[in-house]
């Protein structure tokens, strides 16, 4: 009998101390996962690509086609070939 009496304890003391608490993110905030699903990583790729393709545009259409550097080029005909 005394043991259940301390196995009741100590489950009291887990849930009212060391359980989370709702809305607690299941990831620590120091996780390194960066992405929770593989649909959260393909969206923040495809919103890092269009920013990349917005800037390429813009810089287009101030300064010419002529001040791209060659790595601006090769993005851009790159992600043209892709869609």
Do not use: C, H
Not at 6 to 35: E, H, L, M, R, T
Not at 52 to 80: C, F, H
């Amino acid at each position: 009998m005394p043991y259940i009496s301390v196995a009741v304890i100590v489950i009291f003391i887990y849930i009212v101390f060391f359980k989370p608490k709702k809305g607690d993110s299941i990831f620590p905030k120091n996780s390194k996962q960066k992405y929770q699903t593989i649909d959260d990583e393909f969206n923040a790729k495809r919103k890092e690509k269009q920013q990349n393709i917005d800037r390429i545009l813009e810089k287009i259409n101030e300064k010419g086609v002529a001040s791209l550097t060659p790595q601006e080029k090769a993005l851009l005909d790159e992600y043209s070939n892709t869609q």
